[in-house]
Each structure stands twice: as structure tokens, then as C-alpha cells.
């Protein structure tokens, strides 16, 4: 099988140099990193991104690469639609190799329940203007071919997309760069600086940088980070599994999902395979700090969760993870580089039975490669983008909670205005810290 293509034995393609000053330093090389670094340096601000592994080694390579409108919480659901526009124009500016495809996503519904959820979802977003529509069976069969499951219907957004994960944020990375950011792989950033309440800089392996502004885009790291500031975000990460198949006929041009399993042909011709909902959750200190904010998502998600006692050493809700650590010695960012979960041997046996079952016509698929990602998600499943009010200077731009990659590009543009100091052109109320300590009802995004 074939070795996940981002790892620590990458070689570093991007070497800084760290300066010893700038306007913003962004933390974290992922989507959301990446395209604010890129927004940032379009609006001539002097801004260093700084990864302790390398560009997109985490989530943002691991995902399945869907771009979709279709589910979307309603707060942002417009950013989404300002992102595939932006989307749109990347991807003629690097062509084919950024793999863009709008070919649509489909949902697909084994029960009137679902198909009812699906109904509701668009009802409302009718009013964004989004062209999603329900599907009859008998549509569905018309553009799923020869699949044997019997589905009710389904929802389908024809303008809604996919791009090529691994390949495009790096080609992302190198547009940042080209216009102006600097950006350093292998540089872990350790700690704020921290002067007069507020913050003056951050302290990297590498050394450090004076700056005005920090974004905090750190994934899965990004609470270990903030809490030993005093910021407590609570996220919390699931380990998802997915696995790519050897070439296979076309199905179906888009992107499908039902409550098993998920498919997408990949640009080599194979096909992405994950699980509808299944996933693994390694139980940490976190994880019981913020139980209680968590109880409405677990009511609704509890069977597709398989619970660990513990995650393995060094991630970071580990139990032995440090929580404090002084800066001038190695943190917890630099023990591991790159976060590369073990896939679930149950989950890549369950998927390809379900395609399978689904496909018979295909035959069982051959897998060429299954890797797994930690998903960074927050108690109502929709991301944290905000400015910290007792901190100065430090704005979050986390949680993105499995669907960030597609709403990359419209994020960092949001986040570099917010940065700047400009009109975002959105509400942000939806994405607010203090959602979480204000008394506020947790309000689930859809799970869809
Ligand atoms: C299996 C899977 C499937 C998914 N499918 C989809 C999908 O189809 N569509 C979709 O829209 N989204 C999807 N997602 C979600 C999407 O991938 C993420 O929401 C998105 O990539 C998050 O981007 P990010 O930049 O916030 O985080 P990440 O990509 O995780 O990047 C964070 C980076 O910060 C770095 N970092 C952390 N701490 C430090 C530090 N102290 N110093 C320096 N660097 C640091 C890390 O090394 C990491 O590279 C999926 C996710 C997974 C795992």
C-alpha cells in the first residue's frame, strides 16, 4: 500500500527565512492557514506562517476534498459560497493540478426521516440561493449508476465541488508565498510573547519573531496552545478514516454520501472511500473538562462514536501531553511533527463491504492506499473565528469541526479583513468564543 504522501520524511519546501519582525505571524500551516497568510500578503502586510511539520501535513491533506454548499451550518453557509467562487478562480490560476472539479454532492436517504432532514435543510437555504433540490429514486438511479442499495432519494447540489487535498494546499502554499508570505516549515511556535497584556511576538524554535498580530490556526493543537495563555477554546479532535481504492469505472461524476459510506473518484482515477459517520474517539483530559458542552452533539452522535480510553503518546489530548511548558526548551508542537493516526482496521473493512455491496458490478475494491485524521471539532460543530478580547492581538481561527477544507479560501479571506481591521463582509456572531461561557444554548450545526 501506498505511504500517506505527506509526512515528516517530505522534504521542506518551505524554508523561511524566520524574520526577526512583522506585522502578523500566523501558526498553523493547514487551509485556514495558508489562504490568510495568502490574504494577508494581498493586502501588503508583512506576514510569517509558521508550521512545525509541513504544509497540509494534518487535516488539510488527510480530508476527502469536498467543497460543498449542501449541509452547511447557516452561518456559513455564505462564506461557502464566497469560498467556491474563490475556488473558481484558483482554480485557473494553477489549472488542472489543483484536481477542481464541480461535478455536484449528493446526500442520499435510506429513510423518510432522512429524506425529511434533507427537506428542511433545503427549505431554508433556498433563501441563500443555493441550487440545491431534492431527488426522487428514480433520479437518483438515473445518476448513480448500477448501485444496488435502495434509496428513498437523495439532496443534490449540482455546483458544489471537490479539489485534489495533498496536491492543492501545498500548490496554495506556493501562491501565498509568491505573493509575499513567508513561510517556514519545521517551526513550531512554542509560546506567545506576551507584554502589557497583550501580544508582542511568539517564540518559535527557530527564535523569534516581534509582531503585532497572531492567528492561531492550529487544527488539532490549537486549545493545548491557547489554554496555556490562559484562552480556553473547547475543542475537542475525532480520529477519521479514509481510504483510496485502485482505478475503477465511474459511477457517479460527483461526490455521494449515505449514513454508511461516502465515495468520490479521485483525479488518478480510483476512488475516495470513508464511512458515512463512523468514527474513533481517544477519551483525554479535554474530553472530560468539557464533557457537559459536548452532551448535545453526543445525544445526536453517540452510536457512530467508538471510544478509546486514551490516545496514543504525544497527541494532543494524550494524557501524558504536557499542558505547561517553557519556551525556551522543546514543546509538545515539535514531538510530533506530523500528526498520522493508524486508520481503523474495522472502519476500511466496513467501507469497502458497504461499496461493495453497493457496487456489486465493480467486485471488491482494491485498496492502494487507507490513512486516518484527526478532525478538530467544537461542541456545535461550527468553527471559532474570533479575536480573543482578554488577549490582545491573538485572533482564533479553529475548530473547523471536518468541514474546513472547502470553506478554506473564503475563511482566509474573512480572517485576513478581520486582521486588518477591515469589513469582513459577514456576520461572524455565529463563530464568537464566548458562545461557550455567555450562557448561550449549544446550537448544533446539521450533521448532515
Ligand atoms: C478524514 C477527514 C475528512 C474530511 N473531509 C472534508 C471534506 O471533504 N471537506 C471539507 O471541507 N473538510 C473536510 N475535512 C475537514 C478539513 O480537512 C479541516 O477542517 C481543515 O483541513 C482544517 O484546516 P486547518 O488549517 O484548520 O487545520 P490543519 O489542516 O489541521 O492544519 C493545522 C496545522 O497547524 C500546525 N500546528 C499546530 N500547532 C502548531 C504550532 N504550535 N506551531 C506551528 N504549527 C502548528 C499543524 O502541524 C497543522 O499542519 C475532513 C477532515 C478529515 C480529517
Redo the contacts with the bound molecule.
Keep these: 500500500m501506498m505511504p500517506f504522501p505527506i509526512s515528516e520524511a517530505t522534504p521542506v519546501r518551505f524554508a523561511g527565512p524566520l524574520p526577526d519582525a512583522c506585522d502578523v505571524v500566523v501558526?498553523?500551516?493547514?487551509?485556514?492557514?495558508v489562504m490568510t497568510a495568502w490574504n494577508l500578503a494581498e493586502r501588503g502586510l508583512r506576514v510569517t506562517l509558521?508550521?512545525?511539520?509541513r504544509i497540509?501535513?494534518?487535516?488539510?491533506s488527510?480530508?476527502?476534498?469536498?467543497?460543498?454548499q449542501q449541509g452547511r451550518d447557516f452561518g456559513e453557509l455564505p462564506i461557502m459560497m464566497e469560498s467556491l467562487r474563490h475556488w473558481k478562480s484558483l482554480s485557473q490560476e494553477f489549472g488542472e493540478a489543483l484536481g477542481f472539479r464541480q461535478e455536484g454532492v449528493m446526500y442520499l436517504a435510506r429513510t423518510e426521516a432522512e429524506m425529511a432532514g434533507f427537506e428542511a435543510w433545503r427549505a431554508e437555504a433556498r433563501s441563500f440561493g443555493v441550487d440545491t433540490e431534492m431527488q426522487s429514486a428514480g433520479q437518483v438511479a438515473e445518476r448513480i449508476a448500477g448501485a444496488a442499495t435502495p434509496w428513498k432519494g437523495g439532496l443534490f447540489t449540482a455546483s458544489d465541488a471537490r479539489a485534489e487535498p495533498w496536491v492543492a494546499v501545498p500548490l496554495l502554499a506556493e501562491g501565498a508565498q509568491a505573493r509575499g508570505a513567508v513561510i517556514v516549515e519545521n517551526?513550531?511556535?512554542r509560546a506567545l510573547d506576551i507584554a502589557g497584556g497583550r501580544v508582542t511576538g511568539v517564540v518559535t524554535e527557530q527564535g523569534r519573531i516581534a509582531c503585532d498580530q497572531v492567528v492561531l490556526?492550529?487544527?488539532?493543537?490549537s486549545a493545548l496552545?491557547a489554554r496555556a495563555h490562559g484562552v480556553a477554546i473547547p475543542q475537542l479532535s475525532v480520529r477519521?478514516t479514509?481510504m483510496a481504492t485502485e482505478p475503477l469505472p465511474q459511477v457517479f461524476a460527483g461526490n455521494a454520501a449515505d449514513d454508511a459510506f461516502a465515495f468520490r473518484r479521485r483525479a488518478d482515477g480510483g476512488y475516495t472511500l470513508?464511512p458515512g459517520a463512523a468514527h474513533d474517539f481517544f477519551i483525554g483530559p479535554d474530553a472530560f473538562r468539557n464533557f457537559g458542552l459536548y452532551l448535545p452533539v453526543l445525544k445526536k452522535d453517540f452510536r457512530s462514536t467508538k471510544f478509546h480510553p486514551a490516545a496514543p503518546s504525544h497527541y494532543p489530548d494524550a494524557w501524558g501531553t504536557p499542558r505547561r511548558w517553557a519556551a525556551d526548551a522543546t514543546s509538545p508542537?515539535e514531538r510530533m511533527r506530523?500528526?498520522n493516526p493508524e486508520p481503523s482496521a474495522r472502519i476500511v473493512a466496513d467501507v469497502c463491504q458497504s461499496f461493495a455491496a453497493c457496487f456489486p458490478h465493480l467486485g471488491a475494491p482494491k485498496l492502494k492506499a487507507a490513512w486516518?485524521?484527526?478532525?478538530?471539532t467544537m461542541p456545535d460543530v461550527v468553527p471559532v473565528v474570533d479575536r480573543v478580547a482578554a488577549l490582545p492581538g491573538l485572533v482564533l481561527a479553529?475548530g473547523?469541526?471536518?468541514?474546513?477544507?472547502?470553506?478554506?479560501p473564503g475563511f482566509g479571506r474573512v480572517i485576513a479583513d478581520l486582521v486588518a481591521g477591515n469589513d469582513t463582509g459577514h456576520d461572524l456572531h455565529r463563530f464568537r468564543l464566548t458562545r461557550f461561557t455567555d450562557g448561550s444554548k449549544i446550537a448544533p450545526g446539521p450533521s448532515l
Excluded at 488527510?62 to 460543498?68: C, L, P, Q, S, V
Excluded at 490556526?217 to 493543537?221: D, L, T
Design positions: 501558526i498553523g500551516g493547514g487551509v485556514i492557514g509558521c508550521e512545525k511539520g497540509a501535513g494534518e487535516q488539510s488527510r480530508n476527502w476534498g469536498w467543497i460543498r517551526c513550531a511556535v490556526a492550529g487544527g488539532a493543537w496552545f477519521a479514509v470513508a508542537f506530523v500528526l486516518a485524521g484527526m478532525i478538530d479553529t473547523m469541526s471536518g468541514h474546513g477544507f472547502g470553506i478554506g
